[in-house]
């Protein structure tokens, strides 16, 4: 059964795929069948930049346990690394 849970967020950073580096401009994430990953349903990710065209894109296709553990590794590095700059601000 097709679930066709997609969420959307403009992002900005960078990706790299077979043509090198390009801008990011979008995520899609949606929960599903995944096209390659051999699950029932995965939580897929699609960074893309359309205006660059079809070669902008990075997909990825988790677990639901890998995607949470993934969310909670972000979350980690983030809230360390934010600390971590703001002693070195603090001097």
């Known amino acids: 059964m097709c ?3 997609v969420e959307k967020t403009p ?3 960078c990706g790299s795929g077979a043509e090198g ?3 990011l401009k979008e995520a899609n994430v949606s929960y599903d069948h995944p096209f390659n990953a051999p699950y029932e ?3 897929n990710i699609d960074f893309t930049n359309e205006a660059e065209g079809p070669g902008a894109r990075v997909a990825v296709e988790l677990s639901a346990d890998s995607a949470r553990a ?3 590794a972000i979350l980690e590095a ?3 690394g934010e600390e971590a700059e ?3 601000m603090a001097g």
């Open 70 to 72: 993934l969310v909670a």
């Open 86 to 88: 703001r002693r070195e």
């Open 11 to 13: 992002i900005a950073g």
């Open 41 to 43: 349903h995965a939580l």
């Open 78 to 80: 983030l809230e360390r």
């Open 3 to 5: 679930t066709y849970v």
């Open 21 to 23: 580096w390009f801008d």
